[in-house]
């Protein structure tokens, strides 16, 4: 009778809850990633159809109504949290018997877009491309992906790389698991944001107000590319983003080359001046203290010599010659803080060229920081920088009382948009990770100290108190913010192995 009984629960609890899937083989994880390619490509030409600038909420709210009902197909409980802008989706599932839970970030909102620098007719119409003989991308049907899939084909649309691709994928494998019966040996949470590419402006004081919803003991993020050899890669770390704005003033209104060149002073030749005064030949910061706190130890240095980089291969396909002497290689350069001149304006160019001074000159920096600097101290280095080359700071457009007695001026306005962060290798979802990697592809992942980028991690690792870690999956080369994004198909593919073997791993 005894016996009966414990059989009877025995049945009953297998039939109330999935089996745990433990240690699926690399060959299963490769043929159920196979047969689910079709049916998941599909859903992605679907999704990708969908416009997602975030400077348009209207188009995000379809993107975020379609993801609450694919992960509520999923058995997900699905709730928005508010914000003081878009609202973020969080995606969760319990799991009997589990004690940890895994927080997964996605990102759903893309960068804008100018359709006539698109090789197609719009970048929200995906297109399937293959190498001709000419070695150009040409498009072929989609009908094409119910036949042979060739791993080399790509898929051109906004977003396809960053981030619908890693999405659209995931989906694929948490599929998978509902299929065959399976549940992962953790409680899952899905974050998904919709305002990344506006650099996340509400995500710091959402993750306070929700923190208790959010709670977990370990957040993987679903972002970037790979290495650039495309092998499997973890990224244990990413630079933060302080951008900064700053304009040179000239005279009041533009003033015409020939009656007064050689008398009043240019403001965009006074902009130049001023910001090579940062930066010596080799491309290294000469403002004092900049690099403060940054040093490369010797088991540092190993670790960093463990990514298997082609210097040479490297700077061939960025097409440079010789690369900036901040660091010996392109790995140490990434742990050093960055200034980047991302654009310059001053008057007018090309066929609307004028024989002017222009009355300003404006530039937008990015600088990049690691773990160890602090965004404000090193605005605060910039800033007395351009103090000590005599300028007067400007609330704005100067008054007429500063242009009669500051012969230098300008303004600088600036944001910190997102904290550095960093997790060591050695940690359990460091260790976790690598080792499903290693079952799902039977070799060992890449491991990068750092990533170049930034990503809104830093919110969830200092308000949560918990450790970060990227997997990423798309192809290096995919055009990621510019015109012809895309996702190499077999890129995609593994993505959803990688997503499979994660969901199998024993945590």
């Not at 990697?437 to 750092?450: A, G």
Request: hydrophobic residues 35%.
């Amino acid at each position: 009778m005894v016996l009966r009984l414990n059989l009877l629960i025995f049945l009953t609890t297998l039939f109330l809850y999935p089996l745990p899937a433990q240690l699926v083989s690399k060959d299963k994880i490769s043929e159920l990633s196979k047969s689910a390619l079709n049916t998941s490509l599909h859903r992605f030409k679907y999704f990708l159809g969908l416009p997602n600038d975030a400077h348009f909420p209207d188009d995000l709210e379809e993107n975020i109504s379609w993801l609450e009902g694919q992960f509520s197909t999923l058995g997900f409980s699905v709730e928005r949290l508010p914000t003081a802008g878009l609202d973020l989706l969080l995606a969760s599932q319990n799991y009997p018997g589990t004690e940890k839970t895994l927080l997964i970030y996605l990102q759903v909102d893309g960068q804008p877009v100018d359709p006539t620098k698109w090789d197609q007719d719009h970048p929200f119409e995906p297109v399937l491309k293959k190498k001709n003989g000419n070695d150009q991308w040409e498009i072929i049907s989609w009908n094409e992906i119910d036949n042979n899939v060739d791993p080399e084909w790509r898929i051109f649309a906004r977003s396809t790389a960053d981030s619908k691709g890693p999405i659209c994928a995931f989906l694929s494998a948490l599929e998978i698991m509902q299929e065959n019966g399976w549940q992962s040996n953790y409680n899952i949470k899905i974050i998904m944001d919709s305002e990344e590419e506006l650099g996340s402006p509400n995500l710091p004081d959402a993750v306070r107000t929700h923190r208790d919803k959010l709670a977990a003991d370990m957040l993987i993020i679903f972002d970037g590319p790979r290495h650039i050899s495309n092998l499997p890669t973890l990224t244990f770390g990413a630079r933060g983003i302080t951008t900064m704005r700053i304009t040179t003033y000239g005279p009041q209104f533009p003033q015409h080359s020939g009656h007064y060149g050689n008398y009043a002073p240019n403001p965009a030749l006074r902009l130049s001046q001023l910001l090579a005064s940062m930066k010596d030949e080799d491309g290294r910061v000469v403002i004092p203290g900049f690099y403060d706190g940054i040093t490369i130890d010797d088991e540092t240095r190993a670790i960093l010599r463990e990514v298997p980089d082609d210097e040479a291969d490297i700077q061939r396909k960025i097409g440079i010659a010789a690369p900036d002497r901040v660091a010996d290689n392109y790995q140490e350069a990434l742990q050093f803080p960055s200034l980047n001149i991302q654009g310059l304006s001053s008057a007018w160019v090309g066929s609307k060229v004028r024989t002017i001074i222009p009355n300003a000159a404006v530039a937008n920096l990015d600088i990049r920081t690691v773990k160890e600097s602090d965004p404000e101290r090193l605005v605060r280095l910039v800033r007395q920088h351009i103090a000590n080359q005599g300028y007067h700071f400007c609330e704005g457009e100067p008054t007429d009382e500063e242009r009669q007695k500051h012969p230098r001026l300008v303004s600088m306005s600036y944001r910190v948009a997102y904290q550095a962060f960093r997790t060591d290798f050695n940690t359990e979802v460091g260790s976790w990770l690598t080792s499903a990697l290693q079952r799902t592809f039977r070799q060992t992942p890449i491991r990068i100290r750092t990533s170049g980028g930034s990503i809104p991690i830093a919110p969830f690792v200092q308000t949560l108190g918990i450790p970060a870690v990227t997997v990423p999956v798309v192809n290096r080369d995919n055009n990621q913010h510019s015109p012809n994004e895309n996702v190499r198909v077999g890129n995609y593919l593994e993505g959803i192995q990688t997503y499979l073997g994660i969901l199998t791993e024993p945590l």
